[in-house]
């Protein structure tokens, strides 16, 4: 029988594994997935290239504000956050899950772990952001009580495209 779902708070040599880990879960939800859609890689650079870059750098910048999801010794799992002390507003810029832990209550995990390492900062209020495309965080964020407030709309282009204002 497979071990419980063990969290830990995140280490710097947790970004690599990280990194691997959004390159497999963001496609499809990433804004960067659908530039490359539309553009096709930017300068040599893919998607998951950029979106594991940033993970990397995030998770080794600050990795006590990451959580670790492991099961069985291996990692499956892991959500960001991070605390604006000024507002008290606390963010959860990144939540992945492995495919094949989907729907075990991993995610579930992950983000009460969020809420209580931004509570126990002093957050009053949290914020949690996905694309339309993301249908699992559009139907998990509102089930644990976050409302949404707005859409946002997402323009790119090519400098040569560029059209001087009249």
Partial sequence: MSEQIKLRRGRAEDAKWA???ARQVFAGVAVDYYIEQYFGSINGTHWDDRKAEQIRAEVAACPEAVVIA???GEFVGFVTTAYDQATRI??????????????RGVGKKLMQAAYELLTSQ???HLQIETLESNT??????PKLGF?????????FM??????PPD
């Fill in 158 to 163: 090519e400098v040569e495209q560029w059209q």
């Fill in 19 to 21: 990194a691997d880990l």
């Fill in 70 to 72: 492991e099961r069985d």
């Fill in 147 to 155: 409302r949404e407030i707005t859409r946002k709309i997402y323009y």
């Fill in 122 to 124: 002093g957050a009053t």
């Fill in 136 to 141: 699992r965080g559009m139907s998990f964020y």
């Fill in 90 to 103: 606390g963010r959860i810029p990144n939540l992945a899950v492995k495919a094949s832990e989907q729907g």
